[in-house]
């Protein structure tokens, strides 16, 4: 067998193993999208999802600060983070590791600060917050922040009625 011959298997193989591995990885990435938690109910109406923001994000509640900080734990319940940190006016929550094809997602931490504000003469909370991606499985982490945030939102409106 001449030394070209002897590639055309070996090349077959590399070839094949990559169409499956792409087709594996496509069909992984359409199925995550289908894969965010579902919202609570009485949000299902809203599109809840991770995005790709960078940066804090900054909301504005018209609500006392005890609610929104309950409804902002409950939120991070129903998207599968597990508050780590929980004092005063800061909470801190990681998401749970999940397992993907090439990189495992999962792992990303947020951070929030409540502070009370006054508004237009109301007493209304602030609530900033940040997802910080960790070092392992990076490529696969999103930010919450503001899925969190519309969470939130949707508690506190669905609390009003």
């Known amino acids: 067998m001449t030394g070209v011959a002897r590639l055309i298997p070996r090349t077959l193989t590399w070839v094949l193993t990559v169409v499956v591995l792409i087709s594996t990885a496509s069909a992984q990435k359409k199925g995550n999208e289908g894969d965010q938690p579902a919202p609570l109910p009485g949000c ?9 923001e960078k940066g804090k994000q900054e909301r504005v509640f ?9 409804a902002l ?27 993907g094809v090439f ?3 999962g792992g990303e931490k947020v951070v929030f600060h409540l502070e009370e504000v006054d508004l237009e003469g ?12 960790g070092f392992v499985g990076r490529a696969g982490q999103k930010s919450w922040t503001n899925a969190i945030l519309d969470q939130t939102n949707c508690i506190l409106e669905k609390a009003k009625t």
């Open 103 to 105: 990189v495992g997602s």
């Open 62 to 70: 018209h609500a006392p600060q005890v609610k929104v900080k309950e």
């Open 44 to 52: 299902e109406g809203k599109e809840i999802k991770s995005g790709k």
């Open 122 to 133: 109301q007493k209304a909370t602030k609530v900033t917050g940040e997802t910080k991606k």
């Open 73 to 99: 734990l409950s939120a991070l319940a129903a998207l599968e983070f597990e508050a780590k940190k929980n004092e005063g006016n800061d909470i801190e929550a990681n998401k749970k590791r999940h397992v």
